[in-house]
């Protein structure tokens, strides 16, 4: 008895001090930490550089961001009496390239400002409420929606950071494994 409960004290205690912290991986340096983006209008940044409101999510960081481009995407246009005519539009404003772990496009761009951006929570979208049944020529029937209503949603302030890592697999070489996660919410903002 004595001697299963000294056993028992030795592995609860090597297997919580195998327990890594993220600073732990963060000092790892065969360690990928994988830490999700939030879209602000074509503009992803890192989780951990943004902040939470009740309505928005803001960039604790001003981001480099384009605000004057030369870039143009052109394509033409065929009309219905079969003329054709090129329509142009600038690109590369309000988007981002690797940087701090932030992206911004390079390509183009006159000039960048660095900017707090602002992007909301709150997401309308299309629920079915109601269906029919369709029958169609040979029999067959399947459930369409008949009636559709907005939901708005609140986008969670919730995000989890992976820890990833490089192994040798035999079949198809080096492969990335999940080895860890962590839950993290997103600040407050001031």
């Known amino acids: 008895m004595k001697t299963t409960l000294i056993l028992a004290l030795a592995l609860s205690s090597s297997a919580f001090a195998a327990t890594k912290t993220l600073n732990d991986y963060k000092n790892d340096a065969d360690a990928i930490i994988d830490i999700p983006s939030v879209n602000f209008s074509g503009?992803?940044?890192?989780?951990?550089?943004?902040?939470?409101?009740?309505?928005?999510?803001?960039?604790?960081?001003?981001?480099?961001?384009c605000v004057e481009s030369n870039?143009?995407?052109?394509?033409?246009?065929?009309?219905?009496?079969?003329?054709?005519?090129?329509?142009?539009?600038?690109?590369g404003l309000n988007e981002v390239v690797v940087?701090?772990?932030n992206t911004f496009i390079k390509g183009g761009c006159l000039a960048y400002e660095n900017?707090?951006?602002?992007?909301?929570?709150?997401?309308?979208?299309?629920?079915?409420?109601e269906y029919k049944t369709v029958e169609h020529a040979n029999g067959n029937?399947?459930?369409?929606?008949?009636?559709?209503?907005?939901?708005?949603?609140?986008?969670?302030?919730?995000?989890?950071?992976?820890?990833?890592?490089?192994?040798?697999?035999?079949?198809?070489?080096?492969?990335?494994?999940k080895v860890a996660s962590?839950?993290?919410?997103?600040?407050?903002?001031n």
């Open 71 to 91: 870039a143009q995407v052109c394509r033409t246009i065929v009309l219905r009496n079969g003329n054709e005519i090129e329509r142009c539009r600038p690109q």
């Open 182 to 189: 962590f839950k993290m919410a997103m600040p407050s903002c």
């Open 99 to 101: 940087e701090d772990g």
């Open 43 to 65: 503009t992803m940044i890192k989780a951990d550089n943004v902040c939470v409101t009740p309505d928005s999510f803001k960039t604790i960081n001003p981001i480099k961001v």
């Open 141 to 177: 029937t399947h459930e369409v929606c008949a009636k559709y209503e907005t939901v708005n949603t609140i986008a969670s302030d919730l995000f989890e950071i992976s820890v990833l890592k490089e192994f040798d697999s035999k079949h198809s070489g080096y492969s990335l494994r």
């Open 115 to 129: 900017l707090d951006l602002e992007t909301s929570r709150v997401h309308a979208s299309q629920k079915c409420v």
